[in-house]
């Protein structure tokens, strides 16, 4: 992140009275805790805010301070005087809105992808921040305001959900430290842990059955996948929202070095979530179909059947040497 973009942006907003707070398509904790944060932050300065996401909200983020003022209708996009892009590598994340979104004066870019591809002169980005809520923490200490409980409470669910409760590798001591000032605030990790890992609807246990049962490995091992259809989430009665996190299970294999979930969005379009652990750069591999994320959790979205892509994929697991080997 470029030295003093911090202070620019924090100046920038001082001036700006209405302000549009957009994240991306199927919505993360940290795309939820960050935009909720930083528009808390904003309203407290007197601002008029909006929080736009395309998709709605999964059931096990309803806790979170604020999560109701999400709109998935955005009229009139012009009257903003800036727009906060936020846990975004690229602005059609945001959905059919961008469209809108790239004509307004001026866009601020809050995100931690590698693949980040919004330009401007507002580029919050930054690579080694755990979660696009760490930049947020440094934005609200920028424009000196005090973090209160719904605050706090958006931020740790943010961090806690982005870096996998602490497991993957973007936690960094940051992590900890903003953590820690959050439970310092009143957040209990306890009862924000039930809420976000334990509150599964019997029909998203019922899901995860059949994807787990969808479960393929590549011949050389280092590949596994699952699947979810249509079918699978119409016989669950569940949607997508009920599907986060279930791609992190065929990683879990002894001996696997990439997975993915296959995700059948509608006859034609579908989206490929990746993760890898160790070495393999699956950022790259995303961006190769036109998506994008992060080393080692990445996505793409792309038109065809579920054979033709899963064929593709396994096709790539062929091509790929084994670390240990
Ligand atoms: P997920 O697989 O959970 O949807 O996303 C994993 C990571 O990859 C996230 O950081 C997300 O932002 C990124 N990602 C997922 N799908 C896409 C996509 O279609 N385009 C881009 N640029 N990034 C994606
Ligand atoms: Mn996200």
Do not use: W
């Not at 190769?288 to 994929?313: C, P, Y």
């Not at 697991?317 to 084994?322: F, I, N, P």
């Amino acid at each position: 992140m470029k030295k003093n973009v911090l202070k620019k942006a924090a100046s920038l907003i001082k001036n700006k009275t209405r302000l549009l707070i957009a994240t991306h398509v199927n919505p993360d904790g940290d795309a939820i805790g960050s935009s909720l944060a930083l528009g808390e932050i904003l309203k407290m300065m007197g601002k008029e805010v909006v929080y736009y996401c395309e998709s709605s909200i999964p059931d096990k983020y309803f806790f979170m301070p604020g999560v109701d003022q999400f709109t998935r209708e955005l009229a009139g996009a012009e009257r903003f005087n800036a727009v906060i892009v936020v846990d975004c590598g690229d602005l059609e994340r945001v959905g059919d809105a961008s469209k809108k979104i790239g004509t307004t004066e001026v866009i601020i870019n809050i995100d931690h992808h590698m693949t980040n591809q919004i330009s401007g002169e507002m580029r919050l980005v930054d690579t080694t921040a755990c979660a696009s809520a760490e930049i947020v923490y440094r934005l609200i200490k920028e424009l000196e305001r005090p973090i209160t409980f719904p605050i706090a409470l958006n931020l740790y669910t943010a961090i806690l959900t982005d870096t996998g409760s602490f497991r993957f590798s973007n936690t960094n001591r940051v992590a900890f430290r903003i953590c820690e000032e959050m439970v310092k605030l009143g957040v209990v990790p306890h009862l924000v842990a039930q809420q976000v890992y334990g509150t599964y609807s019997a029909g998203r246990l019922r899901l995860l059955n059949e994807v787990l049962n969808s479960l393929e490995l590549s011949s050389n091992k280092i590949f596994a996948m699952v699947t979810v259809t249509l079918e699978m989430m119409a016989k669950t009665g569940t949607g997508p929202g009920d599907i986060n996190g279930f791609v992190d299970y065929p990683r879990f294999i002894k001996g696997t070095e990439f997975s993915a979930l296959v995700q059948e969005i509608d006859g034609k379009k579908i989206h490929v979530s990746l993760r890898s652990k160790g070495k393999l750069d699956v950022a790259a591999m995303a961006e190769r179909f036109g998506g994008g994320g992060h080393f080692n959790a990445s996505g793409f979205n792309i038109e065809g059947t579920l054979k033709s892509v899963k064929t593709q994929l396994f096709q790539i697991a062929d091509s790929v040497e084994s670390s240990s080997s």
